[in-house]
């Protein structure tokens, strides 16, 4: 069982209550896994610095890689929290279900979850023919390495929440097992 509890506005920093009050205004509410890495004096800022830099993706490409990284760690907040996102990027439930699942009809976003399925699974390895098809899809060295990065991103959140199991705050969305059995 966690010993984390989500801390609220008045009980962090003055520099986090400032970040608070800025995602507060942007977003509506401070995610409680943000939340929680304001118990890092420096983490908060640091992270939300990486998370929010500029990147050769696009939303949807981001909410790709977001969602199968995900998928694979196991991570239930993050799924909540990325297929919100996704719906605001325009994806279906059932695409963000195939995507989840590591495919998708579209030929471009097939090879870019599938690299980055085999990357996160295989810790940055991809075989021979998933980096040929990710390359023949149109993707270049730099996104390659703007993919390793945010799936960087993913997972450090990933693992936060398989670690301290702050409640969600985003509605639960089923496991794959559940929806395809």
């Known amino acids: 069982m966690s ?53 050769s993706l696009n939303n949807k490409e981001k ?13 239930a907040y993050c799924l909540a ?30 090879a870019l979850v599938k690299f980055a399925k085999e990357a996160t699974l295989y810790k940055g390895h991809v075989d021979d023919a998933t980096l040929n098809a990710f390359y023949a899809a149109g993707y270049t060295n730099g996104n390659l390495v703007d993919i390793i990065l945010q799936i960087s991103d993913k997972t450090a959140m990933n693992y936060l929440h398989n670690l301290t199991q702050v409640p969600l705050d985003f509605p639960a969305v089923p496991a794959l097992e559940e929806v395809f059995s």
């Open 3 to 55: 010993t984390f509890t989500v801390p609220t506005k008045d009980q962090v920093s003055e520099t986090h209550k400032v970040i608070f009050d800025n995602l507060q205004k942007a977003l509506g509410f401070v995610p409680n896994l943000y939340a929680t890495i304001a118990y890092s004096d420096n983490g908060l800022a640091k992270f939300l610095a990486y998370q929010n830099a500029k990147t």
């Open 63 to 75: 909410e790709i890689v977001n969602l199968i990284v995900s998928e694979v760690n196991g991570c």
């Open 81 to 110: 929290a990325h297929t919100v996102i996704g719906k605001m990027n325009g994806f279906s439930d059932e695409e963000i279900l195939k995507l989840r699942s590591g495919n998708s009809s579209n030929a471009k976003f097939d």
